[in-house]
């Protein structure tokens, strides 16, 4: 499944940055990550307690943007995000029976073999199980810009794959012309060469 709903929103980046589940825990609650994050203030993240017994009322009306734990990797549910930025063309990942996005590529199996004909992630080559997607993960969209910069870039491959067989086209008439041009100036030198008839004189009258 792939979801489908323009424009990177100014978090975007400064969150992606954030290293969930790999930097340090709360200070406060040592057992919990700092997975809250307000995309207005675009400040450091906070654990879900600290979020719940004070961050809550100073972020009032707020985006807030939980992220949450699946395989390992730092992803966040479908529902959470989707109404705060075009999701489109990501790959749709189901975890605990919820919808999620992964926030960054999985670097392991971006090289494994795989048939030519698979569906693969456009920005990190990764294979996707929805050959409709194109993006494994959040960060992968977002390298490739909005949707309008991701088509023109696809249109600008497709230009640039063209060419080639233009370009032998080009020059098996190229070559044509240069050989006829060739034949010409040999017919014209061979018809140059050839001696003129001698000065007509008239039959003796005797």
Known sequence: MCSSTGGMPAWLEPWLSIPFYKGERCKKHVHQYNTIFCAVCMGSPVCETCWRRQHSRLHHGHISLQVCSASRRAAIEIKKFKKHMDASDIQVYKINGKDIFYLKPCREGVHENHNTHDPKCQTCAKKLKDSNCLFCSIACKSMMGNSSMM??????????????????????????GTEECSLLGRSTMNMRKRSR?????????W
Not at 197 to 205: H, T, V
């Open 151 to 176: 088509i023109n870039s696809t249109e600008i491959a497709a230009v640039e794959q063209q060419p080639q067989p233009m370009r032998k086209r080009k020059r098996k008439s190229t070559t044509a």
């Open 197 to 205: 008839k001698g000065i007509p004189s008239r039959a003796p009258f």
